[in-house]
């Protein structure tokens, strides 16, 4: 029976080889064609050998006409295959290229509109048996709009595209986002659903990497998507869904492709979908160069294709930074200017944030070349200086003589962290991540919403209507921090307070300002709620344009502990009662809410801390699972890094998105990952009562939950623990992520910020000494003058900085001359910087000691030894052989004839002659 069973699987497999033969020489013989195609429409053959025939002929049919005319003489069957019951993704995956395959036949009209019905009710059967957040009717119902477009739709080939993209979305997703069918046009439908699966992939890659949504980059994106052609932006999307699957792509490089195809002309468009279609991990380059030439072209830059390509190489930056880039360009640059600074950027050792940040904050108006490396060289110079002296960092952000890096993101450049000292306004991002840690004591007591900010092509009625149904549902108390105009944010509260709905407004500009925008909430409030009381606040607290965030975010904690303190009296006396002042304002915004931001991004490191801490339990599971006889000879790995073998199990530890680490008794998951058989005899074998979740293959279970290891459990880290001091590596991450400089200072200020040591007791040495400052800040412009000179960075950290570091120079030890470090460095010529430097650590290591000719040589060694008679002092016989000395010293030396005349030697080279020369029992002076 098994031998029977093996010869048409053996048959299939020998076509297909000769099929994959064939292909990489010319079209597939037809009798080849024929044979796969039996084997495609055989519902008892292999389900892997179907798909792999169902693959070849989706791809066959496009340019081999021979492959469309025997498909045609098996249609029915293949609409056959094409309505076979699915239970699992082998069979979605071969249901998803017989249906591809179908789309040649569509077009030549020869599939019936019965057939469409019947293949959207199966498609239907199996996205309700995939659904786990609605009910079947509910499905159904919010999938209504598809079925009626169906059903009367004419065109042939828009329902088949339509169905086609449901049915990817589904094979690829697991699942169809019902809620497109009624918040688009039946137009956008098609676009919407590809958009909806490339954003689902891209964003369990961020799970993946426990990073959250980034609402700006997705803004970015519904814009991007939008600037292209209808027919282009499907194109795009399908194109860029099949590259997720490979390369995994974030949503930061989608948007740069969008934002390239989006400024390509017509005639190049076509070309550039010919390059992201190609399997090359240098697609992305390729496309740049296209797009860098319209770029080029657009700002009169002249070029070649060989300094083209050249300059693109070093342009490693996203789309957005090298337009401003090049709209800062002079007039009449030429292109090989810029290739000669971006070489220079390259390898003047910044980290690719820095020069972005450099790029985009320090070169603000248009200007040469010239101008920007002199910048540069500035930049650089700044920076050994701050990391050598902490204190010079303050001297400058105070006097404005020199700015740090203050962005990472391309848009939003700044944020709460970097510009507490500026008249910056917070933006969504900075008040989501300021609220997480400020507002994390009262999550359970209220719904306090993401920042709502204001979106193009969205409005605010839309925007606030799933926040308002789920407000009207649950009853639940909800703070929203909005933004109602013009980066103006304002607090809005909803209460369900005796029976009626009370919604307080504290606009921090008070009653007079937006009154139209308060207007139009109030109305969108009116609609969703009945027996609604509007409040509004009346007075004017914020005297500035630019801190309407810090006023949000002061006034959301301010109105949930009134609540909690007195809730009838605070909504009766809410109009006129008291709430943060201006000077209250400033100390969150530079002390406090910082700190927040900082923390907030922190809370990330100490989750993987937990993580690490609990993941030596997973031994112990192992070991417990092993021991059962029906698990034991399943292969067992630990670790998400680790693959996962056929029939295995993996075990990891994770932990809930909600949990804060704010309590001592926090929560982790156990997550294990199996087929389902071996799921149920595992959960069995561990007598698990109570599972967390279940997605797909993934069960994961609370570690209070998990009773057989509850003797044998970690004991869970403490506050403490989890704030232990931080490695240098980790805090250079961190800053990287605040978009601030990495130096001492920097690290300094963060640890102190996130806790990580005591902050350190003020001493004079800690203090800035603004003479002190102001002699560094004149070594600093004369440091960048000498690498205008074209020094190198190295050069001035080899030839000046090390020695000054090396030796520990006391600033005020003076030489021979009267001169400490910051005279020479003020009032000598940088050509004699080297020599004036080594003198005066000579002179301060050894005390009295300074460079003396021969003659005050000849009188100090007398004088010491006068009283003693030695003969190399009596006539000229020290001299004689102080000039035989000088005479070796610029010659070679026997003993190394291959080095250089001796007084060039480098410490290398005298180590050499040292192990040469110690052997040597006689060896001549000279």
């Given amino acids: 029976m098994d031998k029977k069973r093996n010869i048409p699987e053996e048959s299939a497999r020998r076509a297909l080889q000769t099929a994959f033969v064939a292909k990489n020489n010319q079209q597939i013989p037809e009798q080849i064609l024929k044979t ?284 957005e930074i090298i337009n401003q880039i090049l709209s800062k360009i002079k007039e009449n640059t030429k292109i090989e200017e810029l290739i000669e600074f971006f070489v220079i950027l390259e390898n003047c050792g910044l980290t690719q944030n820095t020069c972005e940040n450099f790029l985009v904050n320090e070169i603000v108006h248009k200007t040469s070349i010239k101008n920007w490396k002199l910048k540069l060289n500035d930049r650089l110079v700044g920076i050994i200086l701050t990391n050598k002296y902490p204190i010079y960092n303050n001297y400058l952000k105070n006097t404005n003589n020199y700015k740090l890096a203050i962005s990472k993101n391309v848009v939003f450049t700044k944020n709460a962290y970097n510009q507490a000292n500026t008249t910056y306004s917070y933006n969504a991002n900075d008040i989501v991540q300021i609220s997480s840690e400020w507002m994390k004591n009262f999550i359970n007591s209220f719904r306090i919403t993401q920042a709502i900010d204001q979106q193009v092509d969205t409005s605010l009625h839309d925007i606030l209507t799933n926040i ?99 809730e009838k009296y605070f909504i009766k006396n809410f109009e006129m009662n008291n709430f943060i002042i201006e000077k209250e304002v400033m ?166 910020h996130l806790n990580l040591i005591q902050e350190k007791k003020k001493d004079d040495s800690s203090s800035i000494n603004i003479n002190v400052c102001e002699l560094l800040n004149n070594l600093h412009k004369k440091l960048t003058t000498i690498l205008t000179c074209d020094w190198s960075i190295e050069s001035i950290r080899e030839l000046i900085l090390y020695p000054i570091y090396e030796y520990n120079l006391k600033k005020y030890d003076c030489n021979i001359k009267g001169n400490n470090l910051f005279d020479i460095l003020r009032l000598c010529s940088s050509k004699n910087w080297t020599k004036e430097i080594h003198d005066l650590a000579i002179f301060q290591i050894y005390k009295g000691s300074y460079d003396k000719n021969l003659e005050q040589l000849i009188t100090e060694i007398f004088e010491l030894n006068k009283q003693q008679k030695i003969s190399i002092l009596q006539n000229q016989e020290l001299i004689t052989e102080y000039g035989n000395v000088e005479n070796c010293y610029n010659n070679k030396s026997t003993i190394c004839p291959e080095f250089d005349i001796i007084k060039k030697w480098t410490a290398s080279e005298m180590n050499e002659w040292a192990k040469k020369v110690k052997p040597i029992e006689n060896v001549s002076q000279y």
């Fill in 36 to 319: 796969i195609v039996n084997f495609l429409t055989n519902k008892t053959d292999n389900i892997q050998l179907r798909i792999a025939c169902a693959n070849i002929l989706s791809k066959e049919i496009e340019q081999n006409c021979n492959c469309f005319k025997i498909l045609r003489l098996h249609i029915v069957s293949l609409q056959v295959v094409a309505l076979e019951s699915r239970n699992n993704k082998n069979e979605d995956l071969l249901n998803k290229f017989v249906f591809q395959i179908l789309e040649k036949f569509v077009q030549e009209k020869d599939l019936s509109q019965r057939f469409f019905v019947d293949y959207s009710v199966k498609l239907k059967e199996r996205a309700i048996s995939l659904e786990e957040n609605l009910t079947a009717q509910d499905f159904l119902k919010q999938l209504s709009p598809s079925d009626k477009d169906i059903q009367t739709e004419k065109d042939s080939l828009k329902k088949y595209h339509l169905l086609n993209t449901l049915n990817n979305s589904l094979v690829n997703c697991q699942y169809i986002d019902t809620t497109i069918f009624n918040q688009f046009d039946s137009n956008e439908w098609e676009k919407e659903i590809l958009c909806s699966e490339l954003l689902t992939e891209t964003f369990k890659l961020n799970s993946q990497n426990n990073e959250g949504i980034n609402e700006f980059e997705l803004e970015k994106f519904r814009k991007n998507i939008n600037l292209l052609k209808i027919n282009q932006n499907k194109n795009v999307l399908k194109i860029l869904i099949d590259k997720q699957n490979i390369y995994q792509f974030d949503l930061e490089f989608i948007n740069d492709i969008l934002l390239m195809l989006s400024e390509l002309d017509e005639s190049r468009i076509i070309k550039a979908l010919n390059i992201l279609e190609k399997k090359d991990d240098s697609l992305f380059l390729e496309l740049q160069k296209l797009w860098l030439t319209k770029r080029l072209e657009h700002f009169n830059i002249k070029f070649n294709e060989k300094n083209l390509k050249i300059l693109n190489s070093y342009l490693i930056f996203k789309c």
């Fill in 468 to 566: 308002l149904n789920d407000c009207k549902k649950d009853q639940t108390s909800t703070i929203i921090p909005l933004n109602i105009a013009d980066n103006h944010w304002i607090t809005l509260v909803i209460i369900h307070h005796e029976n009626k709905n009370i919604v307080l407004y504290k606009d921090s500009l008070g009653k007079d300002n937006f009154v139209e925008k308060r207007k139009e909430v109030q109305k969108i409030l009116a609609e969703k709620f009945e027996n609604i009381i509007f409040k509004f606040h009346k007075s004017c607290d914020q005297l500035d344009c630019y801190n309407s965030g810090v006023f949000v975010l002061a006034n959301m904690k301010i109105i949930v502990e009134q609540l909690r303190n007195n």
């Fill in 587 to 752: 100390e969150l915004r530079q002390e406090t809410f910082p700190k927040m931001y900082a923390l907030n991004v922190y809370q990330l490191y100490k989750r993987k801390k937990v993580v690490s801490h609990h993941s030596v339990e997973l031994k112990l599971l192992q070991k417990l699972l092993e021991k059962n006889n029906d698990i034991v000879n399943h292969s067992i790995v630990i670790g998400k890094e680790n693959k996962l073998e056929k029939n295995g199990l993996r075990l990891s530890i994770e932990l809930p998105e909600d949990e804060n680490l704010v309590k001592e008794n926090y929560q982790y998951l156990y997550v294990i990952e199996a087929s389902k058989g071996l799921r149920t005899k595992i959960i069995a074998v561990l007598d698990i009562k109570e599972i967390y979740s279940v997605e797909e293959n993934v069960v994961k279970i609370l570690d209070q939950k998990l009773t057989a290891l509850s003797k044998i459990q970690q004991k869970k880290l403490d506050q403490s623990e989890l704030t232990i001091k931080t490695s240098d590596s980790e805090l250079e991450r961190l800053l990287d992520e605040l978009s601030v400089d990495s130096n001492d200072f920097s690290k300094d200020i963060l640890r102190k």
